[in-house]
């Protein structure tokens, strides 16, 4: 929110009133570009399922690090970046960076998620695992509670 009444909308940028708001999975688009975004996630290369799994497995690795209480960011991070990706594979990983990046940002955690074995420093994500970067692969993405034992 821009300000008490002003809106900026995704796709086109412009200043909007809250009565030309329309809020899908915690993204303001405008009433101009709604028909714009709803083609964009229907003919988008990230599928429903795609951001279904993305959603479901980073929120619950949130849930098990931070507690509930965030799975909003999760939620509108997945829809904000479907918008815009091009790949799955690029979703999935600038979904996680993005959520990431909030959690650390808005001292939810600012070592979100934090390796177990070194607790000073984050986990990193990549090819499907979270990363130690001195130890290596520790745990599936959606695993993170198991790690954390």
Known sequence: MLGADLFGCL?????????HL???????????????????????SVTDADEERIVTL?????????????????????????????AAPEYEQTVIDDV???????????????CPLHPNHPLWYSDGWWRCPHAGAIAPLGELASANK
């Open 58 to 86: 980073v929120t619950r690795d949130v849930v098990a690090t931070v507690g509930p209480g965030f799975e909003d960011i999760v939620v509108e991070e997945g829809a904000r970046r479907r918008l815009f990706a091009e």
């Open 22 to 44: 329309t809020v899908r999975k915690g993204v303001a688009t405008c009433s101009d570009c709604l028909e714009e975004r709803l083609a964009r996630e229907s003919s988008g």
């Open 100 to 114: 990431q990046q909030r959690l650390h940002d808005e001292f939810v955690s600012t070592t979100w998620p934090t």
């Open 11 to 19: 796709l086109c940028g412009r200043l909007f009133c809250g009565r």
